[in-house]
């Protein structure tokens, strides 16, 4: 049995992207009974505001709010990444070390390069993990089984791009937020005299919440959270959509 296994693995290129993109979504489930494990690609070390130690340190507390079962980073540099063999099998470790029924990931493209080329990433490195003929060995020096994830889908970012999907996260709004306002070295913080930044203006944290209820407008809720998707949604019943 693999005590590591989660339901869903939520990949992100920074640590704050996961909670600013489906944060509702993961303790949603999680409220249903899920397990949910989150995996950063990068420190965030080039970060303008902040250090890699204190954005650790708050991304151990946002995990904590969220309720994940599990939360690591794989040191990754921060926007020189690539998607090439080398980080595609550290990619692909983690997916096998997790065995996930549903990933989900960064925006397929957005005002970050590295939100992009994480989600290309993490794609390519989903699809890999089933293929036994590529070897790779868990934290215990072991070799790890073929493991490919039924479903993977791409949380929606700064960039408006049409969702596919959007889940419902009204009841879990303040939570949500809460998990953002973790990051207390990246967002708005009159307190704080580092150097302003795009995502900490006071602006921000609206531009966060109106583009929530914009999506949860058009399912007709207060609060959602919109992904798109890899291939076609199927269902058995047509009612599993109302």
């Known amino acids: 049995m ?3 296994k989660v339901d869903i693995l939520a990949f992100a290129s920074h640590p704050d992207d996961i909670e600013l993109g489906c944060a509702g979504t993961i303790i949603a489930h999680i409220a249903a009974g899920k397990k949910v494990g989150i995996v ?6 080039l970060g303008t505001r902040g250090t890699p130690e204190v954005r650790a340190a708050e991304a151990e507390e946002a995990a904590r709010i969220l309720g994940v079962s599990a939360r690591e980073n794989l040191g990754l540099a921060d926007a020189f990444f690539r998607n090439d063999k ?12 997790y065995q996930p029924e549903i990933v989900l990931m960064n925006a397929i493209h957005d005002r970050h390069p590295d939100h992009g080329k994480g989600s290309a990433l ?3 490195a989903c699809f890999m993990a089933g293929l036994k003929m590529i070897s790779t060995f868990g934290d215990d020096g072991e070799p790890q089984p073929a493991w490919r994830p039924k479903v993977a889908y791409h949380f929606i970012q700064d960039r408006l791009i049409v969702p596919d999907i959007v889940v419902d996260v009204t009841p879990y709004w303040e939570q ?3 998990s953002i306002r973790a990051f207390r070295s990246q967002f708005y913080n009159p307190d704080d005299a580092s150097p302003n930044t795009y995502i900490s203006s006071p602006e921000f944290l609206k531009f966060v919440e109106a583009r929530a209820l914009e999506l949860g407008h058009s399912i007709g809720v207060t609060y959602g959270e919109g992904f798109t998707k ?3 949604i199927g269902v058995r019943n047509l009612f599993d959509l109302i």
């Open 176 to 178: 949500k937020m809460e």
């Open 2 to 4: 693999n005590k590591y």
């Open 40 to 45: 950063d690609l990068t420190r965030g070390e």
């Open 230 to 232: 890899e291939r076609h």
């Open 86 to 97: 080398e980080h595609q099998l550290r990619v692909v470790q983690a997916v096998r070390k």
């Open 122 to 124: 993490v794609s390519d």
